[in-house]
């Protein structure tokens, strides 16, 4: 029966421990929340932030069509992750198209230029954000999240989005209002953990490109102003491991991290790809990064990446992500 539902024959296991997981978290961190023990609001915390974490990398496989056999079947898991973790002001198939150009033009293509938008924005906004970004509060992200919703409002040809973003607005207002009733502290450790599962997911697109990055909304094309071929693609791919020692902890972001295995062939799923990964690179190429080598840099350049006109350069050697600064507001969440 697994053979007629998931998309490969030796997915059934994997999938359904990881989405039951996914699911049974997420329903689970709201019970500890609500908790008078601070010990399990904490847990409450960490457990919401990780079931988010893992809804958005499964928006991602499903987006990719790894899990199940039919589109349509893809369609409606992406769906549901983007309503778990927050994206669902976006119908699925855009956030899907516009990562699909990421791969097809070997490109980060985004949806709205925030440096544009920081740099001619009144000195005071400029200021605010960078200050934010400065305290570790991932301003960017937001900004990009807050566009999404007031894009229908902004663009005359995206009107016809107004009445989604209105329902989904109300939806999710109605959700929130029911449990600041039950408990308005959990409302607060809520957002918590919603800016903890941003910050992880803005860490891990920090470091796996050094692409171009181009501002474009609907339909555009790319300049044709140099070969982006598979090398292209590959050299300026990166895998920031969360453990080379110890393989198992890159579950902990859905082997998302086995970035390069992942470009190499888009359409393995998510289990496969540390086999992949062996198959392409020791711990030694430069492609690699381990996360532990990146921590001193995503301190040092918070602010720096957020306005910087590139995302800097990875070397060779013991040090050689020491000036690649990393990439701002390019989650595959916060597309239309």
């Not at 209105?166 to 450790?189: D, E, G, M, Q």
């Not at 720096?304 to 006109?309: A, H, Q």
Request: charge should be positive; include cysteine; charged fraction near 15%.
């Amino acid at each position: 029966m697994a053979s007629t539902i998931f998309r490969y024959d030796d997915s059934a296991t994997p999938n359904a421990l990881a989405l039951g997981y996914t699911a049974l978290s997420y329903i689970a961190s709201l019970a500890l929340l609500v908790a008078a023990s601070g010990w399990l609001n904490a847990m409450g915390v960490l457990l919401l932030a990780h079931s988010l974490v893992y809804s958005a990398y499964f928006l991602h496989e499903f987006a990719h069509g790894t899990i199940f056999k039919t589109n349509a079947a893809n369609q409606r898991g992406g769906t549901a992750m983007s309503w778990i973790n927050g994206s669902c002001y976006a119908p699925f198939s855009d956030l899907r198209r516009k990562h699909m150009r990421h791969h097809i033009d070997r490109a980060d293509v985004i949806t709205f230029d925030y440096k544009r938008f920081l740099r001619t924005a009144p000195a005071w906004v400029r200021a605010l954000v960078v200050a934010l970004e400065w305290a570790y509060i991932p301003a960017v992200e937001f900004i990009m999240r807050a566009y999404v919703m007031l894009l229908p409002f902004l663009a005359p040809e995206r009107t016809a989005g107004r009445k989604r973003i209105l329902f989904v607005l109300a939806v999710r207002l109605t959700f929130f209002a029911a449990l600041a009733w039950i408990s308005p502290k959990a409302v607060v450790l809520y957002f918590v953990a919603y800016a903890l599962f941003v910050t992880v997911l803005r860490f891990a697109d920090a470091y796996q490109h050094t692409y171009d990055a181009f501002a474009v909304l609907a339909g555009g094309s790319i300049p044709n102003d140099k070969v982006r071929d598979h090398a292209y693609e590959q050299h300026n791919t990166y895998s920031n491991l969360v453990s080379l020692g110890h393989p198992w902890l890159n579950l902990l972001l859905l082997n998302f991290s086995y970035h390069n295995a992942h470009h190499e062939k888009p359409t393995a799923p998510w289990y496969r790809l540390p086999a992949l990964h062996r198959e392409l690179y020791s711990g030694e190429d430069v492609q690699v990064l381990p996360m532990a080598s990146l921590l001193r840099g995503f301190h040092r350049h918070r602010v720096k990446r957020v306005l910087s006109d590139d995302y800097g350069v990875v070397t060779t050697g013991a040090r050689k992500a020491e000036d690649f600064y990393g990439a701002v507001g390019v989650s595959f969440l916060t597309a239309v």
